[in-house]
């Protein structure tokens, strides 16, 4: 099977697989605060992400191109919504325009649509510096994404089997290239102690892509003959992940991603760590079923969502929801404290 077959077919499955629902979200809960001592007016959304100034907390996760005319179609119109609603976009992983470069204008056309906005590039751990300044250069990207796949490659029947040097490879790239360097999962979650070797190479920005979300492993399940079921429910819940993360060090920015889809979900990232929330395959969806539009009318809905809930908690700003009360309950605080995290600390502190 051909690389844009592929690209085309994660697409489809995407779609026909929704997402997976994770209980962890519902284990967070906010506390009510009856004197929050604001007004709906004051709250901003705007955050930054180290060097990185984002408009708004949620931005377009990696998804495509590289697949000829379908991939070109979703990129640009994925572009358009970013254009419009101010978000920040990642483009799906640009090895495909790197290896065949009629493969470019998929990808060149998010700039074109775009031309201030804040556009992220996308590259496996496999790429060289080179191949990731040409990625940068390919959109003129403020940042790159570093994808590790290690269990979709694993279910992938083509996918790699070697894993090895990858962190030599990102250090290669963190002191090779001028704009930020984000490490991303793709919805299997990242570990504490990952987030802590990435952080010994230079990393400074992570994104968990953590389980509850696109199912990768269940993607590519439906691409073999006999299905390594197993995987299907391996990984880290998307809120564990971030406090895993987030518990490394204050020097770390962490972006949370992996099955948002309300604003409820979206604060309650941003309260347990996250500084950004990335969205994939929600966005897909609205965008291939109900087009343009509907999208951007969604993204409007998110972003007043937030402030409301922002609101009743008495949260100003991002920073301010990371200082909020919270009790974290069920199997998510048993992950915790087996981990050695003090969930107590989450429900004591304050604003
Ligand atoms: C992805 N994702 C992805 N990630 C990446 O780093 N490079 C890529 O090329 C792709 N390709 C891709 C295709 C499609 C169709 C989807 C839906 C997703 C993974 C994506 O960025 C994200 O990490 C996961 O999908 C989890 O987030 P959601 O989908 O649960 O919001």
Known sequence: MSRSERKWDHIRFAL????????????????????????????????????????????????????????????????????????????????????????????????????????????????????????????????IQIHLNVIQELTMPEGDRDFTGALKRIEEIVKNVEVPVVVKEVG???????????????????????????????????????????????????????????????????IGSGGFSNGIEMVKGLAVGADAIGIAGYFLRILVDQGVDSLMGEIETLHKEMIMIMTALGAKTIADLKRIPLIITGETCQWLNQRGIDTRTFAQRTI
């Open 188 to 254: 299997f979650g990242m570990s504490m102690e990952t987030v802590r070797t990435l952080k010994s190479v230079g990393v400074t920005v992570v994104d968990v892509g953590g389980s509850g979300g696109t199912n990768f492993a269940e993607i590519e399940n439906r691409r073999r003959e006999k299905s390594l079921s197993f995987f299907t429910d391996w990984g880290i819940p998307t809120p564990i992940s971030i406090i895993e993360a987030s518990s490394v060090s204050n020097d770390i920015s962490i």
């Open 16 to 143: 026909e697989n929704g997402q997976d629902r994770s209980s962890a979200f519902e284990n967070i809960k906010f506390i009510h605060q009856s004197l929050p001592n604001i007004n709906v007016l004051d709250v901003r959304l705007d955050h930054s992400i180290g060097e990185l100034y984002l408009s708004s907390p949620i931005f377009i996760n990696a998804m495509t191109g590289g697949g000829g005319e379908k991939t070109y179609r979703i990129n640009k119109e994925l572009a358009m919504v970013a254009k419009y609603s101010g978000l920040a976009m990642a483009v799906g992983s640009q090895m495909a325009a790197l290896k065949d470069k009629t493969q470019k204008y998929t990808y060149e056309i998010v700039r074109k649509e775009n031309p201030d906005g804040v556009l992220i590039a996308n590259l496996g751990s496999e790429a060289t510096p080179d191949e990731a300044k040409a990625a940068i250069d390919m959109i003129e990207a403020n940042a």
